[in-house]
């Protein structure tokens, strides 16, 4: 997505959050405010570049790119939320999960065959990620989530929301939630595909996600401008 962004003429910045593509045992030491802090990081490098920063981000990726649009006001300028949870499937209190992580370090990422999520299997077969969740991590997900939903109120800028119909991972009702509670942003739109499973940045209907994007960004660039 963010190759198909800059051939648009973006510049586009790729954060690898604290715990990511590493080793699964560096996930579990990392913590929901580790995650915020990369993104945070991330926004100071782009500003060296750009006045104009749209956070753009993928399930926990969207509820960072919720949740840190209302901490880096006022230069975010928009947020792509993409395959976002309202919460988390198996809704466990946060206080259970940390006290399980104890004795079960990792679960399955789902029940079913590796992939049968996917409508494009050629692009499952070229996803990296963990093949398991930490539990610990799990908790710091839920906690993200909290405060995620704590903020609703304060976002205030333009919001794109993006799931699909066929995600069985993270339910399309929790773009419906989540749409509800943003009350108070300027601009919000959500839009549903088909198709696609939760990673719908790689999936078959990425195209359609990708040119959303750009339509998406130049309309409030547009809007601002007129203003």
């Known amino acids: ?14 954060i690898r959050l604290v715990g990511h593509a590493t080793h699964p045992e560096d996930m ?12 945070e990081d991330g926004y100071h490098l782009l ?4 006045d104009d920063v749209f956070l753009v981000g993928l399930s926990m990726g969207g509820v960072l790119s919720l949740l840190m649009s209302t901490r880096l006001a006022p230069r975010v300028r928009g947020v792509i939320a993409m395959s976002t949870p309202q919460r988390l499937p198996n809704d466990y209190p946060i206080w259970f999960l940390r ?43 839920k906690e993200l989530i909290l405060q995620m939903r704590a903020a609703y109120p304060k976002v205030e800028v333009p919001v794109l929301l993006i799931h699909s119909k066929d995600d069985t991972y993270v339910l399309p ?19 549903y595909i088909t198709g696609s ?8 209907a990425r195209e359609q996600v990708f040119q959303s994007a750009v339509e998406f960004i130049q309309r409030v660039e547009s809007s601002r401008e007129a203003a």
């Open 197 to 204: 499973g939760h990673v719908v940045t790689r999936d078959a």
């Open 173 to 191: 009702e929790n773009m419906e939630h989540i749409y509800a509670e943003l009350v108070n942003a300027r601009d919000k739109t959500k839009l």
């Open 1 to 14: 997505m963010g190759e198909y962004l800059h051939q648009q003429g973006f510049t586009c910045l790729g």
């Open 99 to 141: 006290l399980i992580s104890k004795v079960m370090k990792y679960s399955p990422k789902r029940k079913g065959e590796p992939g049968s999520g996917w409508f494009d299997k050629t692009a499952y077969q070229e996803q990296v990620s963990y093949p398991y969740n930490p539990v610990r991590s799990v908790a710091e997900l």
């Open 28 to 39: 579990i030491r990392s913590r929901y405010s580790d995650w915020m802090a990369s993104v």
């Open 47 to 50: 500003r060296g570049f750009t």
